[in-house]
């Protein structure tokens, strides 16, 4: 975490921390340092060559007493006329600007120091930073902030960072006594409030007895210890005031700006007619999203410290290998006598490069994964203490930019970044068989390509849903024959013969159209330009006991209307017009219901089930491709190829209720109307596959209910009334 409570121009702990408007902090008297006053001769550029800056007027500038603390860190030398040329062209209306500085700090970061200003010029006699044209450039993305009348102290005061510092420091050493001889000193063990100094026990007694003039003095633990002055001083820190108003402390939040304000902001200032919540409501949901995307660098974090384990293992069994296939390679050539001995040294330093190489390529993988893990697990540790801070307003000042940081900490772990780009398998053989007269061809066979290895089903992600089963899989690691393509083979539901469903690169797959509440096994295989390899394992996949399904839009007739998630229907016309639902069976037992909502005028809704073909502009029933129950308000008949049958006294009316049962393994269709059957069964011997279907006009609006069980009694039928 130390590196994040560094200041980027000195290198040392951050003192007196501003945020700069790109959400960077530097030290107080390090700004000064690096802060640019643009020089005479460039305030007579042309109007679009001149810096935008938000104040027109030179203002107080800070008092530059703290600015030779930083002045060996933040970089000096170099006269102005040696520093690269200053841009500071505006990034319409941003406020930024960017430069090529030409000096660095002892910390790498590019520092531009000030030139003197010309001679009786009015700027000259500025503090440092307070110039009108005067900006501030990041040292670390370069962008460039012009300078309000305020100077420097126009940019926030970054509290918390100054209060993890301050702790950080305290946590690192102990108090040491300031009067001890000894080298080092020992630890302190009280301090005297009213001397104001540091004693060891021994210390203590000798110099600062509890009698006499010191009899009164009060002893305390030392600041580094716990009860101590300074985590008193730390409690006690008072409540942050407004920049603007400085008797109004911070209590609501502006969310157009992203900036705490105080109520006189609201009121008088810039920010009336702006966007605010409280500020305790934003602290509370800007800690929530930086602890949420903590939880993903975490998971990579944990990730990345396996794969370090991984790859130090890759290491030994690479070591282990290696001499293996020395071990082997000698005996081979031994037993080829005189005429292999020069061949020998030649297969050796084979190996050994292939070795050297592997090795070479996982030390780089463990350093790249070390530094990244490093980094990431500072930003968590800094961010982690950045939520234990109780100071609004001083979070939300920076949360926004770490929330920012730590989402681009966690894509910095890409696809791959956590596989090793190298096998500890050696793929070499030596073919000891050619004959003595071809000892000197002889040489490594590199198997170039094998029938690829058996896939790995991932059963995390195979999953159903209604008829439709999707599978995922993946090669095993450290494979490195090539694949072309994969086979994936699904039985037909009843535990019949495997049929060829995909044949793709892909490694997941979904197939639709299954039977419901049937039991399908699966397989994959690879193949390449070598051959087909093995199959996986069978994986076995249930589908939905009950269908669940909706109207379909994309194929029902233009004038029908659907809404409430295509679950309820209705028509803009007159005539009746066809809509399909979206589940198609050919095997089972199925039932659905339609509610009537509304039925004006005696219309008649055709209930039913149809082919993917039907006819959709006519009467549900009056083609060949759909079988029908129409009804009106009194009674019902069947239809199928415009033959009507089997008229039924007892009708619908708004708030009835239709069920359609079709029962595929009788091949039979039955209508009932309020939970009893309406006639005989409807249609027998209905075989294929078939699509819920219904018919209506604009009189009519009706709710599909999906995934029924299959009715278990059924009241008496009643008997057609002709």
Known sequence: MEEELKC??????????????????????????????????????????????PGAAAGPGPAAGSEAECAAGGGSGGGGEHADKLSLHSESDSGYGSYTPSLKSPNGVRVLPLGPAPAGSSSAALPRGAGPSSSLTCPQCHRSASLDPRGLRGFPRNRLLEAIVQRYQQGRAAAKCQLCDRSPPEAAAVACEQCEVLYCA???????????????????PPPSLPGGPGKAAAGARKLPTCADHELENYSMYCVSCATPVCYQCLEEGKHGQHEVKALGAMWKQHKTQLSQALNGVSDKAKEAKEFLVQLKNILQQIQENGLD????????????????????????TKVTKEREHKLKVVWDQINHCTLKLRQSTGLMEYCLEVIKE???SGFLQISDALIKRVQVSQEQWVKGALEPKVSPEFDLTLDSEPLLQSIHQLDFIQMKCRVPPVPLLQLEKCCTRNNSVTLAWRMPPFTHNPVEGYILELDDGDGGQFREVYVGKETLCTIDGLHFNSTYNARVKAFNSSGVGPYSKTVVLQTSDVAWFTFDPSSAHRDIVLSNDNQT????SYDDRVVLGTAAFSKGVHYWELHVDRYD????PAFGIARINVVKDMMLGKDDKAWAMYVDNNRSWFMHCNSHTSRTEGGVSKGATVGVLLDLNKHSLTFYINGQQQGPSAFENV????????SLNRNVQVTLHTGLEVPQSVRQPKLPSN
Not at 14 to 35: D, G, Q, Y
């Open 8 to 53: 980027p121009v000195c290198g040392s702990l951050f003192r007196e921390p501003i945020i700069l408007p790109c959400s960077h902090n530097v030290c107080l008297p390090c700004a000064r340092t690096i802060a640019v006053q643009t020089p005479e001769r460039e305030q007579h550029l042309p109007a679009l060559l001149q810096p935008r800056a």
């Open 569 to 572: 229907a209705t028509c803009s």
């Open 325 to 348: 296939y020395e071990a082997c390679l000698v005996a081979q050539c031994d037993a080829l006598v005189d005429a292999l001995t020069r061949q020998k040294a030649k297969l050796l």
């Open 390 to 392: 109780n100071d609004p």
């Open 687 to 694: 075989e294929g596959v078939f699509m819920p279907a219904l």
């Open 601 to 604: 005028n005696h219309p008649d």
């Open 202 to 220: 021994a210390c203590q007694l000798k110099c600062h007895p509890t009698r006499g003039p010191f009899a009164k003095h009060r002893l305390l």
